[in-house]
């Protein structure tokens, strides 16, 4: 039909950019990095996460310090140093630090850009004070910019980002100028959980993400209300490494146990029909979670985030209680596996012996879970102590026997000289 060859047409395909370096003889050395197009037609998901083509633009910031003379290097010259210098450290990093290797070769995880520029000095966590009167101190913001696949979630890689930070630093100091990072940190727990009252099986892939990400919700709500007021703290990401299912102790044919939990019971049994009754005595389990949970954080203060963890669970745990077995609309059935949840604890490895009453309460003893004493080890030590004292106790008795049989050679001699045949 030709007619149909002069009608409107919709335009249904997908325009995608894409820049590559100048060729050699065109790029200009000092420049930085080209900045990587953004395709209009765009779906924003928030600041640093807008989706590309199922990819996904993530910006994190890093701020420094910086001591330069003025008169040898400019602050233009700075910040365009520090572009390119910070460009091909996070480069390298990319294809040398295991983990971001494995976002760059399985989530596409790439570096387009760096934007270096100066920090308003009001800010009172990056204000700049020079330590030789004769230079200047600049405080510098630096914004990178990463793309990935949308199946990578853009707090996983600021977590990672952040936590290269050192060796950035490291790359990119030189003699030119003194450089210090003053930015966010990253923060890192893994913490184990214990919820009493779930049904007798691990938790499935869907409810693991339910869990995740009512935790991380649960964790950013309570901090943001903590009387410590750490409003500079953020939950990135919470992900369940290890489960282990564990028979209640409560449940040896203990029916009132099954029903009413043991510290603290978090719904009332006793005028539930008999289906629901038998559905609440299913969830007689308790299962052990460990959980690696992320954060980023702007000192100061210095804080010891996995007790800060475990502290705030602790104190909220009905309101964690709450959110799993009140879920949202959107969590369809995945919230049933924590309907029946009674309680939940969070086991703290045992503290270590104080090394001086003079320790500061912000220092941090990391303990590894699993790595306590062993009959094993005790045993080792022991025969390590009879050994070295048995070796000990043989020297010492040929010393001695040595020095008597000397003594009585001697003895002798004398005897022969007075005494002769």
Not at 264 to 276: G, I, T, V, W
Request: proline fraction near 6%; charge should be negative; aromatic fraction near 8%.
């Amino acid at each position: 039909d030709l007619n149909g060859l002069h009608q409107s047409r919709t335009w249904n395909g997908i325009i995608y950019y894409e820049t590559g370096r100048p060729c050699d003889s065109e790029e200009n050395e000092d420049s930085p990095p080209p900045v990587m197009p953004i395709n209009p037609v765009t779906e924003s998901n928030g600041v640093g996460h807008v989706s590309l083509n199922k990819k996904v633009v993530t910006r994190v910031n890093y701020m420094f310090s910086v001591e330069h003379d003025s008169n040898t290097i400019p602050l233009s010259d700075l910040l365009g140093d520090l572009n390119i210098n910070l460009f091909k450290a996070i480069e390298l990093l990319l294809s040398s630090d295991k983990p971001l290797q494995f976002y760059a070769t399985n989530k596409s995880l790439d570096i387009v850009n760096v934007n270096s520029s100066e920090n308003d000095d009001s800010d009172l966590f990056h204000a700049c004070d020079s330590s030789d009167a004769a230079k200047a101190c600049s405080s510098v913001k630096a914004m990178l910019t990463l793309t990935h696949r949308s199946s990578l979630s853009s707090d996983f890689v600021t977590y990672e980002i952040l936590r290269i930070r050192n060796d950035v630093l490291s790359a990119i100091e030189n003699d030119s100028y003194i450089i210090k990072y003053v930015g966010e940190q990253s923060v890192q727990s893994q913490t184990e959980i214990i919820l009493d009252g779930v049904p007798p099986r691990e938790m499935g892939a869907d409810e693991t993400g339910y869990f995740e990400s009512t935790a991380k919700r649960f964790l950013n709500n309570a901090i943001s209300v903590s009387p410590e007021g750490i409003g500079s703290l953020n939950i990135l990401t919470v992900k369940i490494e290890q489960q282990d299912l564990k028979e209640d102790e409560d449940q040896g044919g203990n029916v009132e146990g099954a029903i009413q939990g043991r510290n603290r019971p978090h719904r009332d049994f006793s005028n539930l029909p008999s289906n629901e009754l038998n559905r609440a005595l299913q969830s007689s389990s308790s299962i052990g979670i460990i959980a690696t949970i992320t954060g980023q954080y702007q000192p100061p203060p210095d804080i010891n985030f996995p007790v800060l963890v475990q502290d705030t669970i602790d104190a909220g745990g009905e309101t964690f209680i709450g959110d799993l077995a009140n879920p949202s609309s959107v969590s369809g059935d995945s919230s049933s596996y924590f309907e029946n949840v009674r309680e939940i604890k969070v086991l703290r490895p045992p503290s270590p012996p104080s090394l001086s009453p003079s320790l500061s309460p912000t220092v941090s003893l990391t303990v590894t879970p699993g790595l306590t004493s062993s009959p094993e080890k005790f045993f080792d030590l022991t025969m390590i102590i009879i050994v070295s004292l048995a070796i000990f106790l043989f020297f010492l008795a040929s010393i001695l026997c040595i020095y008597y049989r000397r003594r009585k050679k001697n003895k002798k001699e004398c005897l022969h000289h007075w005494h002769p045949a």
